[in-house]
């Protein structure tokens, strides 16, 4: 096809694209049923269940784009191996041109009415091998950093690159040099009504739709995905709202319940956001949150702070936030700090009460090196001993505390799960819990119980403490530590 075919006939492609897509649901995994989806937890909705069962979602990966890595089974494996279930996978467009969404032609121009099978394959690889592993994914259907600069310059989106549409049909431009943030990209602008719309881009929409739709033919077969429209958005809520609309409607037709929202960037500005507090009061096109970017910039207590704001408002219509970003690593001028720094916003998120909880890709973030295993191994002992979905913040039951030292998330009289960033002691109000309290100190850099024995070293075993009074709690060395308190 060139670029000066006609417009219905560009159009039929399209449709019978579309008609190709349905008819690819013949095929592979049946679906799910409703009620083992991944849903809002029944007793707690500000929690995920799936299969009936309440679910902490925790994660690290190397990349972000999962489902493009060569060694996808291995690294599936080794997140598995410590305890991690959450993945985030982002619909690249940004790698060679090999790993496009699109046919590349022997020319070397993309068909834009042609799929890529590898890249989709991939895909649907990825989905059935996390599915076997009970691995989350967390879907990106956009990434506007894909669509500018040196990434634009390679897209099969742009048309010097495709056979399909000319600049002239669609009003796309050559060069998108300015940052994303700057929101210069007419392709997030396709909706009517927007402020860079005009007709022309109805074309660009329809390529844009046949994209969603064949990434839907796959992933709406499963139950263990989540949606999100788009990384650290700037542009006017419009965009992300018609494909959270698109992605429900196609739900619908094929009798699936799926779970959509969008990510806005100036989370990290906590109650000064223009554009994340559209979540709050919009619970049916963001069916729940995610607050990835308080994760970045934002410090100690200022993190807490922040990240409880938002939580409070997003839980007026109760539901799951998550994190599938937390940044931590490679101090970025953009506020990432270092790898200790993503360890503790890890930690505040879990105490917080978020949903999720993932460290970011390298070098932005911890990925799954190996501060990121021993955390992720020490949450999940502490969810051995205290379900999280349980508890929530209390530090009004903490005192004697420096700042940025110790962090509590209770069920006050039964149980507190008390967090020290790097050591440290503080009183811990135990009024309201006479009698005896079992105690397990969990190591955050190992991710291992520990207790530390009276005349010095470490054994592996539990010890009581006896409540009804406020208590100083001592971690036993310096280093980050979590304590599993619970009424015996």
């Known amino acids: 096809m060139t670029a000066g075919n006609n417009q219905m006939y560009r159009t039929g492609i399209i449709v019978g694209l579309a008609m190709a897509v349905a008819a690819s649901w013949g095929n592979g995994a049946a679906h799910a049923d409703n009620a083992d989806r991944i849903q809002p937890y029944s007793e707690n909705p500000t929690y995920w269940q799936y299969k009936g069962k309440p679910v902490m979602l925790l994660g690290g990966s190397k990349t972000d784009h999962v489902f493009l890595l060569d060694d996808l089974e291995e690294h599936l494996d080794e997140i598995h191996a410590v305890g991690a279930n959450y993945v985030r996978n982002t619909m690249s467009q940004r790698e060679g041109i090999e790993l496009k969404p699109h046919k590349l032609l022997p020319d070397g121009k993309f068909d834009m009415d042609q799929w890529n099978e590898e890249y989709w394959q991939r895909f649907q690889n990825m989905l059935k091998w996390t599915d076997e592993r009970d691995i989350f994914v967390q879907i990106e259907v956009w990434d506007r950093f894909d669509f500018s600069g040196q990434n634009w310059e390679t897209s099969p989106w742009n048309p010097r690159n495709n056979v399909s549409y000319t600049y002239g049909q669609t009003g796309l431009a050559a060069e998108y040099p300015a940052h994303p943030s700057q929101d210069q990209q007419p392709f997030f602008h396709s909706i009517k009504g927007m402020p860079r719309y005009n007709g022309k881009l109805d074309l660009v929409r329809s390529y844009q739709e046949a994209f969603v739709d064949k990434m839907l033919s796959y992933s709406l077969k499963y139950g263990h995905v ?55 009061d919009d619970p049916e096109h963001y069916m729940f949150a995610d607050i990835s970017q308080v994760n970045s910039r934002n410090f100690d207590d200022t993190h807490w702070d922040r990240l409880h704001w938002l939580l409070q408002q997003v839980n007026k219509h109760p539901r799951p936030s998550n994190h599938t970003k937390i940044y931590g690593s490679g101090y970025h001028t953009f506020g990432t700090g270092g790898p200790e720094d993503g360890v503790e916003r890890f930690w505040r998120n879990i105490l917080g009460g978020s949903a999720s909880a993932r460290f970011h890709r390298p070098d932005a973030g911890n990925g799954l090196n190996d501060w990121a295993k021993a955390s992720i191994r020490a949450a999940r002992l502490l969810e051995g001993q205290i379900k999280l979905w349980e ?98």
């Open 226 to 280: 989540l949606y999100c429209m788009n990384n650290e958005t700037s542009t006017p809520a419009a965009w992300g709202q018609h494909w959270i609309n698109f992605i429900k409607a196609k739900a619908a037709e094929k009798g699936v319940g799926v779970w959509a929202t969008d990510m806005f960037d100036d989370a990290y500005q906590g109650a000064q956001a223009k554009h994340a507090s559209i979540v709050f």
């Open 391 to 488: 508890i929530a913040p209390h530090m009004e039951l903490l005192s004697d505390r420096a700042p940025n030292e110790a962090y509590l998330a209770a069920k006050p009289g039964e149980q507190y799960a008390l967090y020290f960033t790097n050591g440290g002691s503080v009183s811990l109000d135990l009024s309201n819990a006479p009698g005896t309290l079992n105690i397990t100190w969990i190591s955050i850099s190992m991710g291992r119980t520990v207790e530390s024995s009276a005349k010095g070293g470490y054994r592996l075993m539990d010890k009581t403490i006896d409540g009804g009074s406020v208590v100083t709690l001592s971690a036993p060395y310096k280093g980050g530590w979590v304590a599993a308190v619970v009424k015996k």
